[in-house]
């Protein structure tokens, strides 16, 4: 049974601060540049709570997590984060460009807390491990601050879009809140304080089962500070703060749910011969060129390509191969397409049915580790492996002589992604880009006390 509550959230005082010069992209997507260049967009940044920067001399009284906790209490002190009134439901739209097929969508959601599960309640069900790394800086940062900045990306699903009507209704009044990303993604927030509003999701919401999209690590930390905190002495409050996480849900059939492929790189393989390399593969996978001499041809072999690669013929399923340019501006684009009588359950028996099904698992598991000989440790490693999520990106690198080979994949449909997680299954690493990311600071839950249930 999937629990929702409104709450109270935390937001930036739009009177005094203007949002897109302190709100951030989620931790884990910032990079040192873009840390620098949140700093300097503001005093009030949330970069200091969500990711702020370690230095020479921290110490254990002084450091990134003591930072950020007293951060966030001087911002609600002095009130350039101010706490709403009344419980809220909050709706959330972003309007946004596909990357790459140059088309606009808007996904829309809407924020609320979930009541934290154990995975074996078979309520929240995950599709990729975690590691421990990230899980360890999560919990630190909130048993310090007490506070959820970035949000749990939920799906839920809802085919016949009841709940997408209720919040497109809203959304066609004007947006109290809005602003335009660094990636020119347009969010909009829309707080909605009516209980019969919020008793609605809530009912249409209790039989859900919820598979996260993004956020596993933040998933996991809440779960871990939940358990702690019902190890103190005193009577457990089902009610209390730390029981609920706060995240975004999203219906898996909304018309701008987007999930973007990764590319893969391939480099520092000692002795490549993509003849040999294509003999390996051909018991398995069938090849097509599409070769070219010059700039021009270039440009009609790479369209030529990427339509059959998108809309492969006959269903088949196929991947993406590019060597490069061999001299003088010639090369070729290559698509490997799954042979009809390949037996996956043969070749693959330790792999489940479901996974079977990826892209990403036929490029690991036949085509980078039969082909090319790179284990699954050497991936781990990522020895020889680098990603990429632009398909042109990838071409250019290897253009540019900094890796081997690119090889190029269609996304995960999301009932790929569905299907796996109720399976109880998980995928590989880097299978999924939900796009675009949902922002920190957009709404903050701050973890103490109870709730209004």
């Known amino acids: 049974m999937a629990e929702i509550q409104p709450f109270r959230a935390y937001r930036y005082d739009t009177n005094r601060i203007a949002l897109k010069d302190v ?17 300097a967009a ?16 921290d110490s254990p009284q002084n450091n990134v997590y003591t930072r950020a906790a007293r951060t966030i209490d001087e911002w ?34 809407f924020i609320a807390l979930t009541r934290v599960e154990d995975y074996d309640a078979q309520v929240v069900f995950r599709h990729e491990h975690t590691l421990s790394g990230p899980k360890a800086d999560r919990i630190e940062l909130l048993r310090r601050t007490r506070a959820q900045t970035g949000q749990l990306f939920l799906l ?23 602003l335009s990303d660094e990636f020119g993604v347009t969010h909009r927030l829309w707080p909605v304080s009516d209980p019969a509003f919020a008793k609605r999701i809530q009912i249409a919401m209790l039989e859900k089962k919820l598979v996260i999209a993004d956020g596993h690590h933040r998933y996991e930390t809440a779960l871990n500070y939940r358990n702690e905190c019902r190890a103190r002495p005193g009577k457990s409050d089902p009610m209390a703060a730390s029981e609920f996480a706060m995240a975004t849900f999203i219906n898996t059939y909304s018309r701008g749910l987007t999930i973007l492929p990764t590319h893969r790189l391939v480099s520092r393989l000692a002795n490549l011969d993509f003849e040999r390399f294509r003999k390996n593969l051909a018991p398995h996978f069938d090849w097509y060129s599409y070769p070219f001499a010059d700039a021009e041809e270039r440009a009609s072999a790479y369209t030529e390509f990427r339509k059959d690669l998108e809309r492969p013929n006959h269903g088949r399923r196929a991947i993406g191969v590019y060597p490069g340019a061999i001299h003088s501006g010639s090369g070729a684009f290559y698509l490997f397409a799954l042979r009809r009588e390949a037996d996956l359950e043969t070749l693959l028996p330790e ?6 099904g990826l892209d990403v698992v036929l490029l690991h598991r036949l085509i980078l ?18 990603y990429e999520r632009e398909m ?62």
């Open 23 to 39: 709100l951030t992209q989620p931790y884990d997507k910032i990079t040192p540049a873009m840390q620098d260049a949140y700093y």
């Open 42 to 57: 503001s005093p009030y940044n949330l970069i200091a709570v969500e990711k702020g920067r370690a230095l020479p001399d």
């Open 76 to 109: 609600i002190a002095a009130k350039i984060l101010a706490q709403d009134a009344t419980p809220a439901i909050y709706v959330y739209s972003q309007d946004f460009e596909v990357p790459g097929a140059h088309t606009r969508k808007v996904r829309i959601g």
């Open 156 to 178: 839920y699903d809802d085919r016949a879009r009841q709940i997408d009507t209720w919040l497109e209704q809203i959304a066609r009044t004007s947006a109290p809140n809005e």
């Open 351 to 356: 792999i489940s049915e479901a996974q079977r």
């Open 369 to 386: 580790e039969k082909g090319l000989g790179i284990t699954v440790e050497a991936v781990a490693a990522e020895k020889n492996l680098s």
């Open 392 to 453: 042109d990106a990838a071409l250019a690198a290897v253009d540019r002589g900094e890796a081997q080979l690119a090889f190029l994949l269609n996304p995960v449909r999301v009932e790929q992604v569905t299907k796996i997680a109720l399976g109880g299954d998980v995928m590989p690493q880097k299978s999924t880009d939900f796009y675009p990311k949902l922002l920190s600071g957009v709404a903050i839950f701050r973890v103490e006390g109870r709730i209004e249930g």
